[in-house]
């Protein structure tokens, strides 16, 4: 009963901009995590981001100065503002939700970054 749809994935060349979209619906409490996690091929599943309900957010040192997570409480939508992408970016992107003793995941969306 809670979903996260995602949005904004795509093929983009080193240096460029791309923004993702994840809104949330569903029973979920107005207390709340979401963030972005990512997944190369052959690597595990690593955090990128997250952002509480009160918009404390948190970044891998990866992506610091380069992505910006933002969140619209009224959608329960998250973004994530990607500029100066690497090809070394490039991996399916998981939109996250924590909710009380409840965790989501979105389907993913892949970012390919071309060098």
């Known amino acids: 009963q809670v979903q996260l749809v995602e949005s904004g994935g795509g093929l983009v060349q080193a240096g460029g901009s791309l923004r993702l979209s994840c809104a949330a619906s569903?029973?979920?409490?107005?207390?709340?995590?979401m963030g972005w996690y990512r997944q190369a091929p052959g690597k595990q599943r690593e955090l990128v981001a997250t952002?509480?309900?009160?918009?404390?957010?948190n970044y891998a040192d990866s992506v610091k100065g380069r992505f910006t997570i933002s969140r619209d409480n009224a959608k329960n939508t998250v973004y994530l503002q990607m500029n100066s992408l690497k090809p070394e970016d490039t991996a399916v992107y998981y939109c996250?939700?924590?909710?009380?003793?409840?965790?989501?995941w979105g389907q993913g969306t892949q970012i390919t970054v071309s060098s």
């Open positions: 996250y939700l924590h909710s009380g003793y409840l965790d989501r």
């Open positions: 569903g029973s979920i409490f107005s207390i709340n995590t």
């Open positions: 952002i509480s309900s009160s918009s404390s957010a």
